[in-house]
């Protein structure tokens, strides 16, 4: 497989019972929480009357949730690569939808922003999206959220980003994993188990993983400024980067 591949890992069962996350991992929900509260809080440098936002991996709406209702001046377009999970988000969303403020997109991340014009966007959110992607497709993901934001625009992203001390990092994963048993066997869903170990595969792979040190790093080699870890706990962080302002 090329590295800048887009891959679909969330098309099988994983995808189709996504609330399963909640339950084996619940600082996702928190995580979408605090995208929310930072795209609130958010100051655009010239005040404009809507804001231009795009979401990478909009899943089944959990965080589009917390995006609408985080700013009513904004236009959101949420974009994901599988329609399993685009069809729960257009249930979950449904009432919004209705509203206009919001546009759901059936593309891949990498493609989706190539076709984005230069300079267009206020903000890029993202959560739990772009810790699986292929090393070489997160970089050139990066690129272009770079190129599509306003001077003075924000990428923020609450993802999975693996603890720079190797050691650490297994036994955060090791105790993944425990979870995941516990869950699974009390709910009898083996299927789920092994779909769910298997994903972790993924995102352990030297192919996928993404490292909080090399992930920040990768993002002010591209050319961000003022990148800042807001939150972070075991694997989990709340990161934003800023395209520089004249
Ligand atoms: C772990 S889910 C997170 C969903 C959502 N952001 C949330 O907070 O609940 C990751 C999502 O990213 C999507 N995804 C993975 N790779 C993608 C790609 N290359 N382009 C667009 N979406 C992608 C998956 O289909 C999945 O819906």
């Not at 979408?32 to 809507?50: D, H, L, N, Q």
């Not at 800042?228 to 709340?238: E, G, K, M, Y």
Request: hydrophobic content about 40%; aromatic content about 8%.
């Amino acid at each position: 497989m090329n590295e800048v591949t887009a891959e679909k890992l969330f098309s099988g069962p994983i995808g189709e019972e996504y609330e399963m996350l909640k339950r084996i991992c619940p600082a996702a929900a928190d995580m979408s929480r605090r995208v929310g509260e930072f795209v609130a809080g958010w100051i655009p440098k010239v005040s404009t009357e809507s804001l231009n936002l795009v979401e990478l991996g909009c899943g089944t709406g959990v965080t589009t949730m917390n995006l609408i209702r985080a700013r009513s001046d904004a236009m959101i377009t949420a974009v994901d690569n599988e329609s399993t999970m685009l069809s729960q988000a257009r249930r979950n969303l449904a009432g919004v939808l209705e509203h206009g403020r919001l546009r759901l997109i059936e593309n891949d991340a990498l493609s989706y922003l190539q076709g984005v014009p230069s300079a267009s966007i206020d903000v890029v959110a993202s959560a739990y999206t772009l810790h699986n992607f292929l090393n070489g497709y997160r970089v050139r993901v990066l690129e272009e959220i770079f190129r599509v934001l306003k001077p003075g625009g924000v990428f923020v992203n609450g993802d999975r980003y693996a603890l720079d001390d190797s050691l650490t990092h297994l036994q955060s994963t090791q105790e993944e994993v425990r979870q995941y048993f516990r869950t699974f066997t009390e709910l009898n869903r083996i299927d789920l188990l092994e779909q769910w170990i298997v994903h972790l595969f993924s995102d352990e792979s030297p192919d996928h993983v993404m490292p909080l040190d090399k992930g920040l790093g990768a993002m002010r080699e591209i050319g961000f400024d003022a990148v800042t870890v807001h939150f972070r706990q075991d694997v989990n962080a709340l990161v934003s980067g800023g395209k520089p302002w004249p």
